[in-house]
């Protein structure tokens, strides 16, 4: 039977139309593009970015931030599914559970194209080099990221092999497994958190609040990806999403964004109130420093789309119309993306503890290796969507939905 459903998925994969084949072929030129660029900076060296010892995290710590928000987010359809037995919600877990999987993935890529010499992983292999655990909170991320991936693909595939054999799953077999992974998938980003607010030098980052602000703005921007994919997913694969499932997500990012907005205005108050020589990288970030005012458009921008994008959700009207909650969903995301990313990783290391001053942006080099990881996750969330939605289709084939029910 195990082989039957690998041949099956198999089979997904290698059909389907034009626009599918073309859309492979997009995403494999985009890797190749990206793999292109990483040769050069594996070869030469990080010296190709514009990274430098006063900024050594860059646009690949920023995307791994932002994309280690987006996996833990699928606990915003765990919890309601599994613990409070929404049907419509688990009609559509195993998709957000793929985009986990997807964004844990693309998170360690930015990590690896983020080392100078990735050959040197292997020291971390318990055994053959040195762990570190639990003594490093890198050697802790490793262990969350590692062990949420895991939990998720597990999850995922017990309740979809069992699907493809028209069965239901043992919901004792698989439960406790999906608390671990609700409680696992706080966990990596609060991991995350605390890789910067562990670093008493920076005073950007050394706060108690970026941990529940990490989680606040991770739950506004990953449920705006679900919506957005959501809807792609309905279109392409004819896959039945219910109105209540886009409904319930839009309440999360709404309530999310506002938590969000109100962590960036408390922090804004205690660093400009009384302004000392720790705030200097406030300024920097929202009104430069010393002439320097590279990232002031970025986080004004950022805080322009988010209030936006809570306006829109706020107001009921507003938010049950799918043209302006897409809006929204775009405006969150990329909100989200420049705040705990540009707007977060580079502040910390401007000005440096010696007080140098030294702006950074992202190169084409770091661009372009950017651009092939992105599509690197684009094409491993299609092919386990391809492969999945079928079999989860025909397991809906005997609900019936009205019109009024789905998106």
């Not at 992983?121 to 762990?131: A, D, E, N, S, V």
């Not at 506002?258 to 000392?276: A, K, S």
């Not at 977060?344 to 000005?351: A, D, H, Q, T």
Request: hydrophobic letters at 55%; charged letters at 10%.
């Amino acid at each position: 039977m195990l082989f039957r459903f690998i041949k099956y998925a198999f089979g997904q994969l290698i059909r389907g139309p034009l626009a599918y084949w073309l859309w492979l072929a997009l995403l494999g030129c985009g890797i190749v593009f990206g793999g292109w660029h990483y040769y050069g900076q594996l070869r030469d060296g990080l010296i190709v970015t514009n990274m430098s010892d006063q900024v050594a995290w860059g646009f690949y710590i920023s995307n791994f931030t932002f994309l280690v928000g987006v996996a833990a987010a699928a606990v915003m359809l765990a919890i309601p599914a599994y613990i409070f037995d929404r049907r419509d919600i688990k009609d559509v877990v195993l998709m957000g559970d793929t985009m986990a999987v997807t964004a844990v993935i693309m998170a360690m890529l930015f990590i690896m194209v983020d080392l100078g010499r990735p050959d040197r992983i292997w020291h971390l292999i318990p055994g053959i080099g040195r762990f570190h655990f639990p003594a490093s909170m890198l050697a802790w991320d490793v262990v969350v990221l590692s062990g949420y991936l895991m939990l998720n693909l597990g999850i995922s595939f017990y309740i979809l092999y069992n699907h493809f054999q028209d069965k239901q799953p043992v919901v004792s077999r698989y439960f406790p497994f999906v608390i671990l992974a609700i409680f696992w998938a706080i966990s990596i980003h609060t991991v995350t958190a605390f890789l910067y607010s562990s670093n008493p030098g920076r005073p950007y980052w050394h706060t108690a609040l970026l941990a529940p602000r990490f989680i606040a703005s991770a739950f506004a921007s990953g449920p705006a990806l679900m919506i957005i994919g959501f809807q792609i997913i309905k279109r392409v694969i004819g896959y039945p999403i219910s109105k209540s499932v886009i409904s319930l997500l839009a309440i999360i990012i709404a309530f999310a964004l506002q938590v969000t907005l109100f962590f960036i205005g408390t922090e804004i108050f205690t660093e400009f109130y009384n302004e000392g020589a720790h705030a200097a990288s406030f300024r920097y970030l929202y009104f430069g420093l010393d002439g320097a005012t590279a990232l002031q458009p970025w986080i004004w921008t950022s805080l322009i789309m988010l209030v936006i994008a809570t306006l829109i959700l706020m107001i009921h009207r507003l938010r049950n119309n799918m043209f302006l909650l897409n809006v929204a969903c775009v405006l969150t995301i990329i909100g989200v993306w420049i705040e705990k990313g540009m707007g977060l990783v580079i502040p910390g290391s401007v000005p440096t503890p010696l007080g140098e001053i030294l702006e950074y942006l992202p190169n084409a080099t770091e661009v372009s290796i950017s651009i092939g990881i992105w599509c690197i996750g684009f094409l491993v969330f299609t092919l386990l969507a391809k492969a999945a939605a079928p079999i989860e289709c025909k397991m809906l084939e005997n609900r019936h939905f009205s019109k009024e029910e789905l998106i």
